[in-house]
């Protein structure tokens, strides 16, 4: 069973006490905690949780940093975006993309239309702080990471600010905190959350 199958069966009968009518996907610099935070609003949201970077590495059977290393950051884009777009074609849900996703421009165009874009937005210090230690990030292998990540912040930011919302991070809110504040700024987008109105046989 994928994670996606996982996801669904277990959400599938719950509903909650939010109705999603469109898939959310959370954008923003490595570190940002796209997916920390996109696990716990998935699962606030009673909805399925989906991931890019774990999707194209269960296709390719490699890691992000193999494909990179393999076959380079182009040919990544072009999986990431068609992968992204197959799991916009799912139920509704919240998607955790890569930091370098919404840069392409074929892929904004088709978050917007399909689902909405919610921007985790970290300053550069708090990035550094959570990825200085980590391993995991090929394009931060450099011989000084933490100006390259500079370099990668004030490149990506343009993009990152044509999300549909943005949400502030902030170093001391927990995970739970911060699945909180993307849901209050969902919120005021009825076209993309309501709160569900109890049954009869809920108040009964």
């Not at 921007?119 to 011989?143: E, I, K, M, S, Y």
């Not at 500079?150 to 995970?175: E, F, H, M």
Request: with cysteine.
């Amino acid at each position: 069973m994928s994670d996606f199958q996982h996801s669904l069966s277990q959400h599938a009968s719950g509903g909650g006490p939010f109705r999603l009518k469109k898939t959310v996907v959370m954008v923003g610099m490595m570190g940002a905690g796209k997916t920390a935070v996109g696990r716990a609003l998935a699962a606030r949201l009673a909805v399925p949780f989906l991931d890019s970077d774990a999707e194209i590495e269960a296709a390719a059977n490699m890691s992000v940093p193999e494909i990179f290393a393999r076959d380079g950051e182009p040919f990544f884009r072009a999986r990431e975006r068609e992968v992204i777009g197959r799991l916009l074609d799912r139920a509704c849900g919240v998607l955790s993309t890569g930091g370098g996703a919404f840069l392409d421009a074929e892929t904004r165009a088709m978050v917007s239309a399909r689902g909405v874009s919610v921007w985790l937005n970290a300053d550069l210090d708090l990035l550094w702080n959570r990825v200085r230690h980590r391993d995991t990030r090929p394009l931060l292998r450099t011989p000084d990471p933490k100006t390259t990540l500079r370099n990668l912040y004030d490149a990506r930011v343009p993009y990152y600010a044509q999300a549909d919302l943005a949400v502030d991070c902030v170093a001391r809110l927990s995970i739970e905190a911060m699945a909180q504040r993307v849901i209050d700024t969902l919120l005021t987008r009825p076209d993309v959350l309501e709160r569900r109105e109890p049954s009869e046989d809920e108040n009964d």
